[in-house]
Nanobody, 127 residues
Framework: QVQLLESGGGSVQAGESLRLSCAAF????????LAWFRQAPGKEREGVAG???????AYADSVKGRFTISEDKGKKYLYLQMNSLKPEETGMYCC?????????????????????WGKGTQVTVSS
């Protein structure tokens, strides 16, 4: 059963933008955290941005001011607007869901806290 499904990845040039979407129908709890993670070849998965059910957001330092995480609660969709993309941001982008808030506690990067994961969407940024 597909519970999280990402879309919107692609190949772009450095400096361009992409908007990722994640269908998060698995989210039924009143309190939760949704997040985007990125994994580049040969590297560990890293948190990019997270958002709690109360709207608290958190970002990796490297993307602050360029990426925006948001959600449409009614449609149960999570988004990641990525501007001014860099080649080093190439990777598989996955969305994840946790049934507790994490961003407000600074725990949104902890992969072990997330019980639901999508398969990811590939983002390739060329220089």
């Amino acid at each position: 059963q597909v519970q999280l499904l990402e879309s919107g990845g692609g190949s772009v040039q450095a400096g361009e933008s992409l908007r990722l979407s994640c269908a998060a129908f698995v989210v039924t709890a009143n309190a939760y955290c949704l997040a985007w993670f990125r994994q580049a070849p040969g590297k560990e998965r890293e948190g990019v941005a997270g958002i709690d059910s109360d709207g608290t957001t958190a970002y990796a330092d490297s993307v602050k001011g360029r990426f925006t995480i948001s959600e449409d609660k009614g449609k149960k969709y999570l988004y990641l607007q990525m501007n001014s993309l860099k080649p080093e941001e190439t990777g598989m982008y996955c969305c994840a869901a946790a049934t507790v808030p994490l961003a407000k506690f600074g725990l949104w990067r902890e992969t072990s806290e997330f019980g639901y994961w999508g398969k990811g969407t590939q983002v390739t940024v060329s220089s």
